[in-house]
Nanobody, 115 residues
């Protein structure tokens, strides 16, 4: 059974940094692309960053240059390093993956950015 567990969220001030982690189980982690999505109150879910099995990363324009996605295949974990955070980054952050045409989501971790 595929499980994704996010951690690392919490209140941060504008301009601050935070690193999110997502631990995966039930999959051969190194074979799959991993994604980070976010959903802010009253807004649609947004793809923030994605990383292929080979380590190629892509980012939403809104976070390009501030966020970095990475993966540690030995730990079955994907990370999202978030720098220069803005109030507009406030959201529930999810990691996701797709296996055999089925999407799997974690429970999310909350990131409020506020002074």
């Amino acid at each position: 059974q595929v499980q994704l567990v996010e951690s690392g969220g919490g209140l941060v001030q504008p301009g601050g940094s935070l690193r999110l982690s997502c631990a995966a189980s039930g999959i051969i982690f190194r074979l799959y692309a991993m994604n980070w999505y976010r959903q802010a109150p009253g807004k649609q879910r947004e793809l923030v960053a994605a990383i292929t099995s080979g380590g190629t990363a892509n980012y939403a324009d809104s976070v390009q240059g501030r966020f970095t996605i990475s993966r540690d295949n030995a730990k079955n974990t994907v990370y999202l390093q978030m720098n220069r955070l803005k109030p507009g980054d406030t959201a529930l952050y999810y990691c996701t993956t797709r296996q055999l045409s089925r999407d799997y989501w974690g429970q999310g971790t909350q990131v409020p950015v506020s002074s």
